[in-house]
């Protein structure tokens, strides 16, 4: 017991030792840590301890620690996980030293920087050519004289000197003092002192050109406001990419006075910047709140260091609190770029809800990021701003006076800045978007909230479910006229992207209300370019992307429905919508205005979005439709059908759900069987809507095929293309259970044979069905579609199960015949039921389930993951979206197929799909703790439900280990390439690129012939010479009629001899959605000489090498029986390479 309690208590005391008590080692360890510690004084506890303290209670800190693991976190893996990402994201001791070296370096330098001759403004003859100045002098001209001089100080800002400073972007900010004589009290005005601080970063940056201790150097914007460049230095040598220093240029504190830049004030003058007279004083210009909020954020950051640095003082974890903030942050994509929520308002945020003791500043990291994400998920500052000003001055604006001025609003402790003032109000939107999704998740036991929180990226194409792009952001010019914006234009001192973009968002919230639920934007990078570069324009920045999150119900309405006729918001109404807008009469009586938008098929009412955005934008912005890349339904492509009215399968779904739903009902009033039927279940994709291509109903060609003789069947002519494919649609039928029933499982066969030759009477006899039945199914004709009905009997597996043995004993025993009977007569059905169920709630999920699917078959994998398992991993994608709210839209749905697939740690991993919300938080830990139990008999990919928490039975057959790490790589390759292509529009615009699997992998290629492909028009690249399959287009299918051929595909047939006949020497892989190519993998063990028997010479050729015989595989015959074999449907056996050889 002594020796449990010791090691527990020490874990660095836990040494092994061969002595029988094990009491001698730890005191040998003790002697020697302090020399290996190198002398740091380490306290000991005592090995044998006595009674009273082997008993004591817990301390205070104990029992804190222990409180905290068992109620803060899930469980403590939790904890450690966090204090793991801490330590990766802290500034090491090694990079600390090598930046307060470059700084010191560095601060000497600019100490030495010679003093110039006093210029205009206007005149740059004092720079060399090599530098330019990084500012946009529009207009050319302002009125001011300026002179180079050394700094009157240079001090550290920002997040370094506060400790908050993170990796991956190390960034140190310097505060250079420009001296008070370069400046003058009325700067600020007309632009005079942005330009002097930009003329004097040209300045530094001529002195340190010459210097070899500055490595590159570039400008940059802070936070892209073009009015506060930046100069940013890096070390020379091989550690230029370890860190950045931003220089900025700063006035002498207090050298303006605050009040100048109160945000009703006007410092910008429309006769100076327009170059035209006007008869405006100065009280009546507009005001330029953006302006000043830009002049004024230069006086304040040293005064902000010392708030920040006397309020994270007083809260041993308020560094760690703002890594992790700036953490979950950055995988959102909100830390960067113009009108972001960067490190600096964090570390306000926390400081005010310090200050304003909504948090304590005993708190832990991790209790910090719950509460900060709390309070903003709960807070909104575009309705009421939030100030961190105790006492401010009397000239200080109001609340009220920051909330006229701008969207977002929080004050900073002097009580003059608003330091959201670029934040526009759908990023702080967003913000609490997510921060109330995290919270959502936080607290679910089932979710890892870890991974979930901090370490899943959210980039804008994978979080919204359609994306749009401004593409040539020039056009914004011709927005601010057409919106008249000139006095906001003057206020962002010619910047007309985001001068527009607060006008456009508003539009379109407008124009899209209940549609959506959120609206976002991409927050343009901050620019940046080499000194010897002008300043770029505003139009050089990447193209401008939305996000939409749709609200499913009411996204792809194609009826806008407005205000009545007579009322006073029509008005209103028709100037939203132009020429959109007209009078209409519905059947309540009602006469209001109204749009109508196209769209026919569910694919066309989804981009319904997309309509009003380009109407209204060319309407309101003078934006042309030209400049709209929208990429909400890109994907979708490829599993469109249909030329006049394009589909991606739900219409046909639903047309097979409804036809299957007739039958079920017929089934269910059939009289005359002589036991009733329980239940009727479907079980095939197409009855839960993730059928890559629904079944069409058909109306047949009868000519196009001879007659068998004695069923007067039809069957396909020698000379004529393959029939179209008919799917057959698997129905299971459950009979009443009986003692009539046999218990021999001959004899059970023999009667559900019987059954379904009854039923298939019946059905001709009272609904006219062309029916034929088979020992094992009935196949049902009805409405162009065909149906194959299996009779079920409940214990027919047990039966299966049961023998008797040589004593007369009855034996169970589980066997595969037994597994497969229930897996198609019971979880199937089971799980189609339950997937349609899941179609009900999420309209797209059996869109994504096809497009996950048709990209699985195109990569030659769909034999390797079989559809009931990729219906389940996109199940899972709607059933835990965190940190996602659930996709709605398929592409962006299949994006997510693809980062899970490529992402999800299968070896350590259980994927638990959650059906039906079933499983409980006791459910989820046993199913982990069995997994992890007994994981080396598990399959590799293990999917774990409600109904089958142990055994992963779907996927207990495929994926091999090989073919799952191909998988991956695939997903991983695919989603980094369809990403790029959606987000990059000057790539080439073909999404089907990731759709064509490369072929170099694979030894031998088998073309077939086209015309013999049935399901050829389903190819990604289909041909553009189609074949006639024997059916009528256009044509209604009816039930009744000659039975057509079922179930017939001479690829799939073909691909089945070949693997039972070479499948122990090669790898068969076929696209099952019209793929021309069969490729083949040799195996390479297949290739190793074996000794010659004569029961083992199929295929194979003898090798005599001295005394022995031995034989290897003969891959030219090889060749040649796939040839053979293939007759009439193989066209060429390509060989690519010459493996066997060596």
């Known amino acids: 017991m002594k020796n449990k309690r010791t090691a527990a208590e020490d874990p660095a005391e836990m040494i092994p030792s061969d002595s029988p008590h094990g009491e001698e080692a730890p005191l040998k360890a003790k002697r020697s840590k302090p020399e290996e510690a190198g002398g740091e004084e380490v306290v000991y506890h005592p090995v044998k301890l006595s009674r009273s303290d082997l008993y004591r209670p817990p301390t205070a800190e104990e029992l804190n620690q222990l409180k905290e693991a068992e109620s803060l976190f899930h469980c403590s893996l939790l904890k450690m996980q966090m204090e793991e990402l801490l330590k990766e994201v802290v500034l090491s001791e090694r990079r600390k030293k090598q930046i307060d070296s470059f700084i010191q370096t560095l601060t000497d330098l600019l100490k030495t920087v010679p003093d110039s001759p006093e210029v205009v403004v206007s005149d740059l003859s004092w720079l060399s050519s090599t530098v330019k100045v990084p500012f946009l002098l529009v207009p050319k001209t302002t009125k001011g004289k300026f002179h180079m001089a050394a700094p009157a100080s240079v001090d550290l800002i920002g997040s370094y000197p506060l400790g908050t400073c993170t990796k991956p972007r190390i960034m140190v900010d310097l505060a250079v003092t420009i001296p008070a004589d370069v400046l003058h009290p009325k700067d600020v005005v007309n632009q005079r002192y942005p330009r002097k601080r930009a003329l004097y970063l040209a300045g530094l940056a001529q002195y340190l050109a010459s210097s070899s201790d500055i490595g590159p150097m570039s400008y940059s914007c802070l936070h892209g406001n073009r009015l506060r460049p930046v100069l940013l ?277 407008r124009g899209l209300g209940q549609r959506i639920h959120l609206l976002t934007h991409s927050l343009p990078p901050d620019p940046q370019w080499s000194v010897e570069s002008e300043a770029p324009k505003h139009k050089a920045q990447p193209p401008l992307s939305f996000g939409l999150l749709l609200n499913p119900e009411l996204a792809a309405s194609v009826l806008e429905r407005g205000p009545p006729a007579d009322s006073p918001k029509a008005a209103e109404f028709r100037q939203l919508w132009g020429s959109r807008s007209e009078l209409r009469r519905f059947q309540d009586s009602a006469i209001t205005e109204a749009v109508l938008w196209d769209g026919q098929s569910v694919c066309q009412k989804q981009l319904v979005p997309r309509q009003i955005i380009t109407h209204l934008l060319q309407l309101h912005a003078d934006i042309p439709e030209s400049c709209v890349r929208y990429v909400g339904a890109m994907v979708d492509d490829v599993i469109k059908t249909g030329s006049e009215v394009p589909s991606t399968g739900d219409e046909e779904s639903l047309r097979v759900v409804q036809s299957y739903d007739d039958l079920s009902r017929k089934l269910w009033g059939l009289e005359g069987l002589p036991l009733s039927i329980t239940a009727v279940q479907g079980a095939h994709p197409a009855l839960r809507y993730t059928q890559v291509f629904p079944p069409l109903p058909l109306k047949l060609d009868y000519s196009f095929f001879d007659r068998e003789k004695t069923s007067r069947s039809l069957v396909p002519k020698e000379d004529k293309p393959c029939p179209a494919y008919i799917t057959p649609i698997t129905v299971i039928c459950h009979m009443e259970g009986s003692g009539k029933w046999p218990h021999d499982r001959l004899a059970i066969r023999h009667i559900r044979a019987a059954f379904h030759i009854q039923l298939g009477e019946l059905l001709k006899k009272r609904h006219n069905y062309t029916c034929k039945p088979c020992p094992t199914h009935l196949d049902v004709w009805k409405d162009g579609l065909l149906f194959r009905i299996q009779v079920a009997y409940h214990r027919e597996p047990q039966v299966l199960r049961e023998s008797v043995n040589a004593e007369g004993l009855l034996i169970v025993r589980d066997n595969e015949e037994a597994q497969a009977l229930e897996m198609a007569t019971i979880h199937k059905p089971l799980l189609t039921s339950t997937l349609h169920g899941l179609q009900q709630q999420h309209s797209c999920f059996g869109a994504v389930c096809r497009l996950a699917k048709r990209w699985l078959g ?145 030894d031998v290629l088998i073309h077939l012939n086209p015309k013999q492909v049935p399901l050829l028009s389903q190819a990604v690249d289909p041909p553009p010479v189609t074949f006639s399959r024997g059916t009528m287009a256009n044509a209604v299918g009816k039930s009744g009629g000659a039975l057509p051929v079922i179930d017939y595909n001479p690829v799939s047939l073909y691909l089945a001899e070949l693997r039972e006949s070479f499948g122990d020497l090669a790898l068969f892989f076929c696209d099952p959605y019209g793929g021309t190519v069969i490729t083949v993998l040799w195996k390479p063990k297949a290739f190793i000489p074996t000794p010659f028997k004569t029961s083992q010479v199929s295929a194979r050729s003898v090798q005599v090498t001295g005394e022995e015989a031995a034989t290897v595989p003969n891959v030219e015959a090889i060749l040649e029986d796939f040839q053979i074999m293939g007759k009439g449907l193989v066209k060429s056996v390509e060989a690519r390479t010459e493996k066997w050889s060596f």
């Open 233 to 509: 230095l890096t070390p020379p040598g091989k550690d230029s990419s370890s860190f950045t220093v931003r220089v900025h240029a700063c006035p002498p504190p207090g050298f303006f006075k605050p009040s100048r830049f109160h945000p009703q004030r006007n410092n910008v003058r429309t006769e100076w910047y327009t170059g035209l007279q006007t008869s405006l004083s100065e009280s009546s210009e507009s005001p330029t709140p953006h302006y000043n909020s830009s002049v004024l954020g230069d006086l304040l950051p040293r005064s902000h260091l010392q708030f920040l640095s006397a309020v994270s003082s007083q809260c041993p974890a308020f560094a760690d609190g703002v890594a992790l903030l700036k953490v979950w942050l950055r995988q959102r994509e909100l830390d960067q770029g113009t009108g972001c929520f960067n490190g600096f308002l964090t570390a306000m945020l926390l400081s005010y809800l310090l200050t304003t003791h909504r948090i304590s500043n005993t708190m832990t990291a991790y209790q910090l990021l719950r509460n900060s994400l709390n309070f903003l998920a709960s807070t909104d500052l575009t309705v009421n701003g939030l100030s961190l000003a105790k006492d401010p001055d009397s000239t200080a604006p109001s609340l009220a006076d920051f909330h006229d001025a701008f969207q977002v609003v929080f004050v900073d402790p002097s009580g003059h800045l608003n330091m959201c003032a670029d934040m526009t109000a759908c990023t702080y939107k967003q913000l609490q978007h997510e921060a109330s999704v995290s919270m959502q998740f936080w607290d679910n036991p089932t979710v890892d909230g870890f991974h979930s929180l901090l370490m899943t990226p959210k980039p804008m194409i994978r979080t919204s479910d359609h994306v749009f792009q401004l593409c040539e952001l020039v056009k914004l010019q011709s927005s601010c006229k057409k919106l008249n914006l000139l006095s906001e234009l003057m206020d962002h001192s010619g910047d007309y992207v985001h001068t527009a973009l607060p006008f456009i968002l508003s539009l379109l919230q």
């Open 858 to 1002: 195109s990569q030659l994998l769909s034999e390797d993951m079989t559809e009931d398992t990729a219906d389940l991993l996109v199940a899972s994608l709607f059933l835990q979206p965190a940190p996602f709210t659930p996709p709605g839209s398929p592409q962006v749905g299949f994006l997510r197929f693809l980062h899970l697939l490529s992402s999800f740690d299968w070896r350590n991993t259980p994927l638990v799909v959650n059906l039906n919300n079933q499983l409980t938080a006791a459910e989820y830990t046993e199913i982990k703790n069995d997994f992890m139990a007994s994981r080396e008999s598990l399959p590799v990919m293990f999917i774990a439900t409600p109904k089958d928490k142990k055994l992963s039975m779907w996927t207990k057959r495929v994926p091999a280990v090989q073919m799952l790490q191909r998988m991956v790589m695939l997903a991983a390759e695919s989603l980094k390439v369809l990403e790029d292509q959606l987000m990059d529009g000057n790539c080439i615009q073909d999404v089907r690129v990731v759709m064509r699997p490369p072929l170099d992998a694979y």
